[in-house]
């Protein structure tokens, strides 16, 4: 079993960054990916960004050159430095992860129980 304790979602003007955290325990024997999801209000769960073990990066199209997502390796913590927020980025902010439990296991897909980001006009 595996646990994701996310922070730093918050109220911020038009223009301010957050930096969001998700530090990941419990059974791991290794990660292979992890990334954030968000879903606003009456919109479905979308992809912002994530990261692989392969050193890979994706994001989301609205999110390119103002969103970052980092890795702590030793802590099992990724990051996502939100910057330029606009009101559009307002969502519950989901932490989610893919992991190898054991080394006779396949992958398992986790889920933080999300932060709420909030950007005023």
């Known amino acids: 079993q595996v646990q994701l304790v996310e922070s730093g979602g918050g109220l911020v003007q038009a223009g301010g960054s957050l930096r969001l955290s998700c530090a990941a325990s419990?059974?791991?024997?290794?990660?292979?990916?992890m990334g954030w999801y968000r879903q606003a209000p009456g919109k479905q769960r979308e992809l912002v960004a994530a990261?692989?073990?392969?050193?890979?990066?994706n994001y989301a199209d609205s999110v390119k050159g103002r969103f970052t997502i980092s890795r702590d390796n030793a802590k099992n913590t990724v990051y996502l430095q939100m910057n330029s927020l606009k009101p559009e980025d307002t969502a519950v902010y989901y932490c989610?992860?893919?992991?190898?439990?054991?080394?006779?296991?396949?992958?398992?897909?986790?889920w933080g129980k999300g932060t709420l980001v909030t950007v005023s006009s």
């Open positions: 989610s992860v893919e992991v190898t439990p054991s080394s006779l296991t396949g992958l398992i897909h986790y």
């Open positions: 419990g059974s791991i024997f290794s990660i292979n990916s």
């Open positions: 990261w692989t073990s392969g050193g890979s990066t």
